[in-house]
């Protein structure tokens, strides 16, 4: 850690974005904590040096503009009075308002996901899933790593058993796509292959239905047991192919929308169904 001479001297954009990753690594170890409680984690040396980190940001002197005002409660983060969740809040906003003062963009995976059901080793456990057997997508043509990653994450939060992914899906190993999941992808079984080609279609093992507008109202679907839902490309929807074989099963499913643009994000729109089916199975309405 570095010592706080060397932090009083720093230029200031450096010493904020210094403060800023101070505080993250407080708020890490703080959520992360399982047996100990509030600032019992940390060493008298640790608080004593977080608290006169915090003092540096009650200089107005700091700020460019009227920001000063809201770090003026970084100087009591660490009074003990305080309850372990009003220590941690209290980091993150700071933490992200050092961000916001130095010009950084804030993205998801910045986001500390501090209450996953991580092993030791920092992992997903796989064993923590509630699974839905039968559940099953199909991602068709999905080109954005950022979409891949969401709708891997969503799956894993609502027990689909397995992911197929088109040939022309992005990568779920792109750095974007890791990014996004969240170590979804690690834990939620998935593999590359075309449902949909005259040779494979006629082998399907569920029922299919898709994520398509001009579809059964998704408040009015009947979801099955076990089946496979197809989402299709963010610029051309489902391929013809896919819709003729969900025509000829389940058919499809629509999100009624109310706004000027009537449409949603494909990874969006994949949550919200995926929810509804989860829910449907959960409730004993299948099909």
């Known amino acids: 850690m570095i010592p706080l001479y060397k932090l009083e001297k720093l ?13 993250s690594m407080a708020e890490s170890r703080l959520s992360l904590s399982e047996k100990k409680k509030g600032l019992e984690i940390f060493t008298d040396s640790e608080i004593s040096f977080f608290a006169d980190a915090a003092k540096l940001l009650t ?23 305080q309850s372990p969740e009003t220590v941690r809040r209290a980091l993150n906003n700071v933490k992200h308002l050092l961000h916001t003062e130095t010009g950084r963009e804030q993205a998801d995976w910045d986001f500390n996901e501090c209450f996953d059901r991580r092993d030791s080793a920092g992992m997903l456990n796989p064993k923590e899933r509630q699974i839905f057997t039968g559940m099953h997508i199909y991602l068709e043509d999905i080109r954005s790593p950022f979409n891949i990653g969401a709708m891997f994450r969503t799956a894993e939060s609502f027990g689909v058993e397995k992911i197929i992914l088109s040939p022309f899906c ?6 974007r796509a890791q990014r996004t999941a969240m170590g979804c992808i690690d ?6 292959q075309n449902l949909f080609s005259a040779e494979e279609i006629a ?7 898709a994520l398509e507008t001009g579809g059964i109202p998704l408040d009015e679907f009947t979801f099955p047991r076990q089946g496979l839902l197809i989402a299709g490309s963010e610029e051309l929807g489902v391929s013809p192919r896919a819709l003729a074989a969900a025509d000829a099963s389940l058919g499809r499913v629509s999100i009624p929308c109310y706004g000027a643009k009537a449409s949603l994000n494909v990874s969006v729109a994949f949550g919200i169904a995926v929810n509804s089916w989860a829910q449907f199975i959960v409730q004993g ?3």
Do not use: M
């Open 11 to 23: 230029p200031r954009t450096q010493k904020l974005r210094k403060i800023a990753k101070i505080f």
């Open 59 to 81: 200089d107005d002197a700091l700020f460019s503009n009227d920001a000063g005002i809201l770090f003026k409660e970084a100087s009591v983060i660490f009074s003990e009075a």
């Open 170 to 175: 992005a990568d779920p190993h792109h750095r």
């Open 187 to 192: 834990i939620v079984p998935w593999e590359r």
């Open 203 to 209: 082998h399907l093992q569920y029922p299919v239905f």
């Open 285 to 287: 309405k299948q099909g």
